[in-house]
């Protein structure tokens, strides 16, 4: 991929254009992202950590975003978050960055962090890959973690919930991505899981929650748990997040305008849903090939979704 190329916008009568930018031409692109008439979206390829540190504080009005899994898959890219040889190292890697994270959001922003959980391997050491979805295939299996057993679930998302509580993030919500259409599992002593978490955090007390944008049947207030079906994409080896669990996030935590960040950009849906949405976004991916799958999805060559 050409560093630096503009991308054409992706839907019509939205003004702004996206462009890719290597971890080192952020420095120069400052002005274009965070200036006053900036009027860009930026797709970097780079370190989440190393390019955040180079962003100024206060700019982004809402993070959403989804992590790599604890040991999934190796890609054997340097820096690449996921393949800790501990859980506890994993989390303190994304507790890295999302204090960056937490720097670049304005004082009223928001986190919108969907995380997924596992098991440990209950002594198998291969899987063989699923065809028919490869981002469940597993060529990674991490020893049992310390204090866990055999076949215990991990708790993935609630040990990384309460490692940013203490590092001063408010923790307002866990919602329930419920899955109509989850993977057969082929368990017999535990019920087929269908449900992912996605937690709502705020920098402060007080944040934009634009609760009045989207409401539940009959106007309710909007309850937790949300059902969703997934959307497979054949180009990427990862867990794609579908547009509509992205579409809420973006309505309720920024206005037209604004500016949303997704640190673990994989094949851009967050891009997508914020410029049809009408706001700005920066994606930083750390894979070229993954960074090439969201710049074809802009470019209108991959469909939307
Ligand atoms: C679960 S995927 C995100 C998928 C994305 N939500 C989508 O809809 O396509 C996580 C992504 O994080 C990327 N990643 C891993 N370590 C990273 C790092 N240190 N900096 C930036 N991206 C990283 C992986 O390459 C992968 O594409």
Not at 27 to 46: H, M, Q
Not at 133 to 153: E, F, I, M, Q, Y
Not at 245 to 261: I, K
Request: net charge neutral; hydrophobic share 35%; proline share 7%.
């Amino acid at each position: 991929m050409d560093s630096g190329v503009l991308v054409q916008r992706p839907f019509p009568g939205y003004e702004a254009s996206v462009r890719v930018l290597s971890e080192e031409q952020v420095t120069t692109a400052l002005g274009e992202l965070f200036g006053e008439d900036a009027a860009y979206s930026a797709i970097v390829v780079g370190d989440s950590r190393k390019v955040l540190a180079q962003m100024p504080s206060g700019v982004f009005q809402s993070c959403v975003t989804s992590p790599p899994y604890w040991s999934l898959r190796d890609y054997s890219i340097a820096g690449q978050i996921g393949l800790e040889d501990s859980l506890s190292d994993y989390v303190d890697s994304l507790v890295e960055v999302f204090e960056q994270v937490r720097r670049v959001l304005r004082d009223d922003g928001t986190l919108w962090l969907n995380i997924g959980d596992g098991y440990t391997s209950g002594g198998r050491t291969w899987r063989a890959p699923d065809k028919k979805n490869p981002a469940r295939a597993v060529d990674v299996r991490p020893p049992t973690p310390d204090g866990l057993k055999s076949k215990d679930l991990l708790g993935v998302p609630w040990r990384l919930a309460f490692a940013l509580q203490a590092v001063r993030w408010y923790l307002r919500s866990d919602i329930v991505w419920y899955k109509p259409n989850c993977q057969p599992e082929s368990v017999k002593d535990r019920p087929t899981r269908s449900h992912e978490s996605l937690f709502l955090l705020s920098k402060n007390e007080r944040y934009l929650y634009n609760y009045e944008a989207l409401r539940g049947p009959n106007r309710r207030n909007l309850r937790t748990v949300w059902e969703i079906n997934t959307q497979p994409c054949n180009d990427a080896h990862f867990a794609v997040f579908p547009p509509s669990l992205v579409e809420p996030c973006v309505v309720l935590g920024t206005r037209q305008g604004d500016l949303v960040l997704d640190p673990f950009f994989g094949s851009g849906t967050t891009g997508l849903v914020a410029l049809k949405m009408s706001r700005r976004f920066v994606g930083i991916e750390l894979n070229p090939r993954y960074a090439e799958i969201a710049e074809r999805r802009f470019n209108g060559t991959a469909s939307y979704g």
